[in-house]
């Protein structure tokens, strides 16, 4: 065989795999002929759908009195989920499979439910990005996007049953129109270490702040970004709620304090649980995960080497939702499931012990997961209000969530993240670490570490890429913001290369001063 079929061939496994890696370990039955299939595509841990599939299927079975099975399909990233959506619903809108009106046949695309992630992903879908049709109207060729998701239909009084008022802080539990329903809430704080911090001598941490102190410089384990939507999010409520010179001034301090910058937000738990890092950010249930597969049998989750906590009034606590897709091969069995997770059996799979002797029990169902822990925090309020003794953590995330809308920035944080700390991360840590001795010298010269702080904290002003005018450069401020992101959907990488030099020549400068100064002191 010739060495060149090798590449083809790689690539042809390569293709019929990706089904069978799209499957977790559990949670997928095999149906029995004329067994109805429903396909959930989620970024969801294997251990959501074993146990959350069985559920619903024997749910499905006493309630409606037939059988149906779940055929899982991932768990993959949500950006990854929407790329893949995308390229369906772009492929059927031009064979002519969907309408311009939105109609379509049971069975269009191959998946009935997004089943996890966040609300602004889940927005994504009901914006229907990448998937455009044209139609004339009155003689004008007109564009709109079609969305991928369906409205699930729910009475009003069904949903005022589930949740109640619709927020938690500042964010919804689910879209007015109900393109996506909260099924679960997400919380983004800090994990962090014990041990680690005790021998820096310092406490569990009770603010964002807290990941800022000097004496962490190198122990603070991030995420980029760039690449995680998850700690976008996380940084992006830091940002609101800190408004934006603190906020950006904590963001700037807690990424000079980093040992690096991952592209996987479940990295740092496991890092810091290994002593790799001492503190981090990340998404609630990571934490807490971690904090329970470290724990010794029986011991206090406060004494636990690794602890997770959400700072009260600047946590982002975020609906971790379910979209009907539109187009899905089995429709009506996808409103169901979504009506199974929002019933208290349902909801009690997140956050209730695996079943045991003392487990509660409503209309003869035993509630709670049969084999996992999932350590999620249920949406509906009830669970809080009448069930918190069976809760594992116990925390109200309703008293945590921040009342800060976000403030619109959010855009700005991959870009801006990258310059002045990413792509220059040598460069900060050594201009932190050096500001930071200047600070704690008590005879260092007060103006040299004005100016140090002043270059360490600057920003770049952004140029008019279609004019060489220096008076049309825009300062970095909430009030030039918006035209600034015009600029960079004109000429983003170039903006991108000349800020990541810009804060290069800051931090050699805040070197430079110090050097100077040590210099000579010692003279």
Not at 139 to 160: C, H, T, W
Request: glycine share 8%.
């Amino acid at each position: 065989m010739s060495w060149r079929i090798f590449p083809l061939l790689a690539a042809f496994l390569l293709v019929i795999g990706v089904p069978f890696l799209l499957r977790p370990a559990g949670g997928s039955s095999t149906p029995a002929p004329g067994i109805p299939r429903l396909i959930i595509i989620t970024p969801h841990v294997s251990q959501i759908s074993a146990e959350f599939g069985p559920a619903f299927e024997a749910w499905h079975k006493r309630t409606y009195g037939t059988d149906v099975a779940i055929d899982w399909r991932g768990p993959l990233g949500t950006s990854e989920i929407i790329k893949l959506l995308q390229s369906q619903y772009v492929a059927a809108v031009r064979r002519g499979e969907i309408r311009p009106n939105g109609e379509c046949k049971p069975g269009t695309i191959d998946y009935d439910i997004v089943f996890g992630g966040g609300s602004f992903d889940h927005g994504r879908l009901k914006a229907g990005e990448g998937v455009t049709v044209s139609e004339s109207i009155d003689g004008k060729v007109v564009q709109r996007n079609i969305p991928m998701s369906v409205p699930a239909g729910f009475a009003q009084e069904k949903l005022d049953a589930w949740f109640g008022q619709n927020k938690i802080g500042s964010a919804l539990l689910y879209d007015p129109q109900q393109f996506w329903i909260g099924t679960a809430l997400s919380g983004f704080g800090i994990v962090f270490n014990r041990d680690l911090l005790g021998r820096l001598g310092l406490k569990d941490p009770t603010s964002f702040e807290d990941l800022a102190d000097p004496r962490l410089q190198g122990m603070v384990a991030l995420a980029d970004p760039r690449q995680s939507g998850s700690i976008s999010t996380a940084f992006d409520a830091i940002l609101s709620n800190y408004g934006w010179d603190k906020g950006w001034r904590l963001l700037r301090e807690m990424c000079a304090n980093a040992r690096y910058f991952t592209n996987s937000s479940t990295k740092p738990p496991i890092d810091i649980s290994l002593g790799e890092g001492a503190i981090g950010l990340a998404i609630d249930f990571y934490g807490r995960s971690q904090a329970q597969a470290i724990a010794r049998p029986g011991e206090d989750p406060a004494h636990v080497r690794v602890g997770y906590v959400d700072p009260k009034g600047t946590a982002s606590i975020d609906a971790d939702p379910i979209s009907i897709l539109r187009g899905g091969p089995n429709p009506e069995i996808a409103r169901r499931f979504v009506e199974f997770v929002l019933t208290i059996e349902g909801q009690s799979l997140w956050n209730f012990p695996v079943q045991n002797a003392d487990s509660p029990r409503l209309d003869g169902v035993v509630l709670g997961p049969k084999h996992y822990q999932l350590r999620r925090m249920p949406i509906r309020r009830v669970m809080y209000e009448k069930y918190a003794d069976y809760l594992i953590d116990k925390v109200n995330p309703y008293e945590l969530a921040s009342d800060v809308k976000p403030a619109g920035w959010r855009s700005a944080l991959g870009i801006m993240m990258g310059a002045f700390a990413i792509d220059n991360s040598h460069e900060q840590r050594e201009a932190w670490k050096a500001l930071n001795l200047a600070r704690g010298d008590g005879h260092f010269p007060a103006e040299t570490l004005a100016k140090m702080e002043a270059a360490f904290y600057a920003w770049p002003v952004t140029p008019d890429a279609a004019s060489s005018d220096p008076s049309k450069a825009l300062a970095f401020t909430p009030e030039n913001f918006k035209q600034i992101r015009d600029r960079w959907r004109v000429a983003q990488r170039r903006y991108e290369i000349d800020y990541t030099m810009f804060f290069r020549a800051q931090y050699e400068e805040v070197l430079r001063l110090y050097n100077e100064a040590r210099a000579s002191q010692k003279s």
